[in-house]
Nanobody, 127 residues
Framework: QVKLTESGGGSVQAGGSLRLSCKAP????????MAWFRQVSGKEREGVAG???????KYADFAKGRFTISKDSADTTLHLHMSNLKPEDTAMYYC?????????????????????WGQGTQVTVSS
């Protein structure tokens, strides 16, 4: 399994921006479908954005136009740039490497027993 570590979460006011990062030292992200998920306590984990091995991107409807998934040129850091944040974006955000196309997990979500996951980073948006 790939060991993933997220960072960049925090507390912002509505309308603000955050950039989440996900690192996996020693692994090349181009070998996997990488995706960001989020989960609110008591609710199902949902797919936010995915990046296929061929570079194709998939976004949940709520993320389109506000969130951007990307990876760095070294292929070892995945980012999720979030802008115009809303209180309903408050959640724990997870990075994952999954062995299926992003279409299958964004926005549907996937069990945490499937693929490799980070520990999550909290995003809190206040109104």
């Amino acid at each position: 399994q790939v060991k993933l570590t997220e960072s960049g979460g925090g507390s912002v006011q509505a309308g603000g921006s955050l950039r989440l990062s996900c690192k996996a030292p020693g692994y090349a992200f181009s070998m996997y479908t990488m995706a960001w998920f989020r989960q609110v306590s008591g609710k199902e984990r949902e797919g936010v954005a995915g990046l296929d091995k061929d570079g194709s991107k998939k976004y949940a409807d709520f993320a389109k136009g506000r969130f951007t998934i990307s990876k760095d040129s070294a292929d070892t850091t995945l980012h999720l740039h979030m802008s115009n944040l809303k209180p309903e974006d408050t959640a724990m955000y997870y990075c994952a490497a999954v062995p299926v196309d992003a279409d299958l997990v964004v926005p549907r979500g996937v069990s945490e027993s499937f693929g490799s996951w980070g520990q999550g980073t909290q995003v809190t948006v206040s109104s």
